[in-house]
C-alpha cells in the first residue's frame, strides 16, 4: 500500500478570506475549526481520509520569501478553460508571472495573498 495525499496545509495571514476563495474556487465547505484559528475545508460528502484532500488555511504573520516550492494546479470540470479562467479571476484570483513563455496551454494564477497555481487545460469529470 502506498500513501495518499490526506490534506494540504497552507499558510497564510488570513484564513478566512483564504478559506472562503478555495471553498468557492474547489465547491469545498468549512468542516472545521481550530483554537489557533486554523480553517479546515473539503468536500460537503466527505472529509479527513475522503477521495479528495482537504485544506487547511493556517495563520501565519511569517513573510513569504520567493517562489513557492510547491503550488496547487486546478482544472475545469463544467466549463471550458476560458470560463473558468473568467470564474477564478471575479473570485479574486489575479494572473501571475513566473516566466511562462506565453505558449503554454495553462493559466498561472495567484490566489488573494499571492500564493501561485495553475489552472490546467484538460477538463476533468466531478467526482
Given at each position: 500500500m502506498a500513501c495518499r495525499i490526506s490534506e494540504l496545509?497552507?499558510?497564510?495571514?488570513?484564513?478566512?478570506?483564504?478559506?472562503?476563495?478555495?471553498?468557492?474556487?474547489?465547491?469545498?465547505?468549512?468542516?472545521?475549526?481550530?483554537?489557533?484559528?486554523?480553517?479546515?475545508?473539503g468536500p460537503?460528502?466527505?472529509?479527513?481520509?475522503?477521495?479528495?484532500?482537504i485544506l487547511i488555511?493556517?495563520?501565519s504573520d511569517a513573510p513569504r520569501t520567493g517562489k513557492l516550492r510547491?503550488?496547487?494546479d486546478v482544472s475545469p470540470t463544467d466549463?471550458?478553460?476560458?470560463?473558468?479562467l473568467e470564474r477564478l479571476l471575479a473570485l479574486g484570483a489575479r494572473r501571475a508571472d513566473v516566466g511562462q513563455t506565453g505558449e503554454e496551454n495553462w493559466h498561472v494564477l495567484a490566489?488573494?495573498?499571492?500564493?501561485?497555481?495553475?489552472?490546467?487545460?484538460?477538463?476533468?469529470?466531478?467526482?
Open positions: 496545509v497552507i499558510d497564510c495571514a488570513d484564513p478566512e478570506r483564504l478559506a472562503a476563495f478555495w471553498s468557492e474556487v474547489l465547491g469545498y465547505v468549512e468542516q472545521e475549526r481550530e483554537e489557533d484559528g486554523s480553517i479546515a475545508i460537503a460528502d466527505g472529509g479527513f481520509g475522503g477521495p479528495l484532500p488555511l493556517s495563520p510547491l503550488h496547487i466549463r471550458d478553460q476560458d470560463a473558468e490566489d488573494p495573498e499571492g500564493n501561485e497555481f495553475c489552472l490546467l487545460h484538460t477538463r476533468l469529470k466531478p467526482l
